[in-house]
C-alpha cells in the first residue's frame, strides 16, 4: 500500500467515514502535511477494501444514492500500526520554494519580492490557523497521553507551528536582502 493509502486508513481507523468526509479531512488536518486529489481518494479507499483494510456499510444518502461509511479493519489496524513504526525511507525534498530561491538570482529582484512577499503572507496565514487549532487543544488542556489520538494530533500541529515560524524567519531574512 502507498502512504496515500496509509494516510486515509489513519482516519478511517479514528472512525467510520464516507468518501466525501474522507476528502475534507484530507484538505484539514493531513492536508497540513499529505495531501491528495479526489479521484486519488476514492481509488485509494476501493484499493483498501479489496485488501481486506476497510470495509463499508451503506446508509440511506442525502439523494438517490446511498452513501458509504467506510471504517478500518481490525487487519488495517495491524497494517497501519505496522507502517506507523517501521523505518522512514530515505526522503525525497520536493521543495518548490527552494528551488525557485536557488533559481532566482536569474528573476527581477522587483518579482522574486513579489513572489517571496506573497509566500510570507499565505505562511503567516498558515502560522495564525496552525496557532488557532493549538489554542483549541489546550483549551481543553495540553494532551499528555502519547498513546492518544488527541496527543498525535497536537504534536502535528506543533511540528507545523515550528516548521511555519522557521521559514517565515528565512523569508523576512532573505526578503531584506533583495535590492528594493
Known amino acids: 500500500m502507498n502512504t496515500l493509502g496509509f494516510a486515509i486508513l489513519g482516519l478511517l481507523a479514528r472512525r467510520p467515514l464516507s468518501g466525501y468526509r474522507v476528502a475534507q479531512l484530507m484538505r484539514e488536518p493531513i492536508g497540513f502535511f499529505w495531501n491528495a486529489g479526489h479521484a486519488q481518494i476514492h481509488g485509494t479507499l476501493r484499493k483498501l477494501v479489496e485488501a481486506g483494510w476497510a470495509e463499508y456499510r451503506t446508509e440511506p444518502g442525502p439523494g438517490p444514492h446511498d452513501k458509504k461509511l467506510y471504517s478500518a ?5 495491524a ?7 517501521s523505518p522512514l525511507p530515505a526522503p525525497q525534498p520536493h ?14 529582484p522587483a ?14 496565514a498558515s502560522l495564525a ?3 488557532a487549532v493549538q489554542a483549541e487543544f489546550e483549551a481543553d488542556g495540553t494532551p499528555e497521553d502519547p498513546t492518544s489520538q488527541r496527543f498525535v494530533d497536537y504534536a502535528t500541529v506543533l511540528n507545523g507551528i515550528g516548521s511555519e515560524r522557521y521559514v517565515l524567519d528565512w523569508l523576512r531574512w532573505l526578503i531584506g536582502r533583495l535590492p528594493d
Open 111 to 124: 518579482a522574486l519580492r513579489e513572489m517571496l512577499t506573497a509566500e510570507l503572507e499565505r505562511r503567516e
Open 79 to 85: 497494517a497501519l500500526a505496522e507502517w506507523a513504526a
Open 73 to 77: 479493519t481490525p487487519a488495517g489496524r
Open 95 to 108: 521543495d518548490e520554494l527552494l528551488l525557485r530561491v536557488y533559481n532566482g538570482w536569474l528573476a527581477d
Open 129 to 131: 490557523h496552525y496557532l
